[in-house]
């Protein structure tokens, strides 16, 4: 963040040539501008580029405001938060206004009444960007007068009279002048509350109690919502879609590799996770979506994949405390580990009671074959197949050391494939030898070349 301009006043700003932009060219020449200097203007969102991206830069160009659509876990807050960066890092605003009016043009009694008053000396304050964000979580509860506003009984009990437009205390869009508001879960909010917002959205008016104020106010709405073809919770009434001038669907990550980035973006790890366990995830997520034994009217959040990777990360990291290990790696082995708490983050079919564990680890485990197919492609495996067809046997387990792992595995005269395994997937000491061993293991029980028992402490490949 730039320290703000030293400017105090309304003369001082008007001398220095400052030109007063309504919101919507704001953000629009902002946009041009990035665009034009081949800047990134959404940093941090994986695979909307090419389709949901620019659908919102057009909304922005044609000044629209902006209502997103899309199943759970799909970046929408994500991308409405990312609007702030295009806003001018500070603005001027009249100092002590309530609703953060520009020194060029109050908009509310008291500020128009200071700025007659005090003409060139009207104090200036300067507000950041991301003062200028405003996000209302919609709930049931929610009143008018969160959003637009009441009177306020301490200001009529000071004196005011009833008719006095000032005893009025201003909701969240109000307060959001000049700035983007943003509704997440818009169907949830009540109908009865939603109608109060057309006013807001379309004529830019604030109708209190019986006041009208005639308020143009500057505000950039933009809303979340899950298709109303799956919520049973609520809806966004017609006129207030009507005055959305975007509705924009978004969607899940169409490409691999943007499902990898964002779970290497947003995942808080406390441990080492390797690449291809990170793909296993996102292939195991990929894969319930594809799955007709879930709903996919709700959806498989990105953060199934996201939690799923800090899971297995602390089981590296409870591993390594316990067994004394000086690397907490994770490994094939804590994929069920993660399994074991993520099954809640599902939802199922009706008529797949029952079989929810069995989907779930048949799903793994096609994510798992086809995450070691890509990575160990071309490498010859069956020297470790002919020592266990030879009554060799490797015992792993959550709480194995990497070094029990080697110090179990066969001896493979004249072959060279543990070093070519650790090449492949970049293992450079034992806890990473370990993990690629465990990961050719489990192909070759994948591909039914060799056996795998269990009893939830250990396994036994053999």
Do not use: C
Request: glycine share 10%; charged share 30%; proline share 5%.
């Amino acid at each position: 963040m730039s320290e703000h301009p030293t400017i105090g006043t309304v003369g001082e700003l008007r001398a220095s040539g400052h030109v007063e932009k309504d919101l919507r060219t704001e953000l629009r020449d902002n946009l041009l501008a990035k665009l034009g200097a081949h800047e990134d203007p959404w940093p941090g969102l994986h695979g909307l580029q090419d389709t949901v991206i620019p659908q919102v830069e057009r909304a922005i160009l044609a000044g629209h405001d902006i209502v997103l659509l899309g199943e759970r876990g799909q970046g929408k807050t994500r991308l409405l938060r990312t609007l702030v960066g295009l806003l001018d890092e500070w603005t001027p605003v009249i100092e002590g206004s309530e609703l953060g009016e520009h020194p060029y043009r109050p908009i509310t009694h008291a500020s128009q009444r200071r700025a007659a008053e005090l003409g060139d000396a009207l104090p200036v304050a300067w507000r950041h960007r991301d003062e200028r964000y405003a996000e209302k979580l919609a709930t049931p509860d929610t009143s008018v007068g969160d959003l637009i506003g009441d009177v306020d009984p301490v200001k009529v009990a000071e004196g005011r009279s009833l008719g006095d437009p000032e005893t009025i205390h201003f909701g969240l869009v109000p307060r959001s002048h000049r700035g983007i508001v943003a509704v997440n879960e818009l169907p949830d909010l009540a109908e009865r509350i939603q109608v109060a917002m057309l006013n807001v959205m379309e004529e830019r008016d604030v109708q209190i109690r019986g006041y009208v104020l005639r308020l143009p106010l500057d505000v950039f709405v933009v809303a979340s919502a899950n298709p109303e073809d799956y919520t049973n919770r609520g809806r966004i009434i017609t006129p207030l879609k009507d005055r959305f001038g975007a509705e924009i669907r978004t969607h899940y990550p169409l490409e691999l590799a943007d499902e990898v980035a964002v779970v290497r973006q947003e995942a808080h790890l406390v441990a080492e996770v390797p690449d291809v366990i990170v793909e296993i995830l996102a292939r195991f997520t990929r894969e319930l979506r594809d799955s007709p034994a879930v709903d996919q009217r709700s959806g498989v959040s990105a953060r199934f994949a996201i939690a799923g990777a800090e899971t297995m990360a602390a089981a590296a990291l409870h591993r390594a405390t316990r067994r004394g290990e000086p690397r907490a790696l994770a490994r094939v082995v804590d994929l069920v580990t993660a399994v074991d708490v993520l099954g809640g983050k599902v939802e199922f079919e009706t008529g797949q009671e029952g079989r929810e564990d069995e989907i779930l680890t048949h799903l793994l485990r096609t994510a798992t074959a086809g995450a070691i197919r890509a990575r160990l492609a071309g490498l010859d495996l069956s020297p470790l197949v002919d020592a266990i067809e030879a009554g060799a046997s490797v015992t792993t387990g959550e709480q194995v050391s990497a070094q029990e792992v080697l110090d179990g595995l066969p001896d493979l005269p004249g072959s060279t494939l543990y070093d070519d395994l650790a090449a492949r997937l970049g293992a450079t000491d034992d806890a990473g030898r370990a993990g690629a061993a465990e990961l050719a293991l489990e192909g070759l029980f994948l591909a039914r070349r060799i056996s795998k028992d269990t009893d939830g402490r250990e396994t036994i490949y053999g």
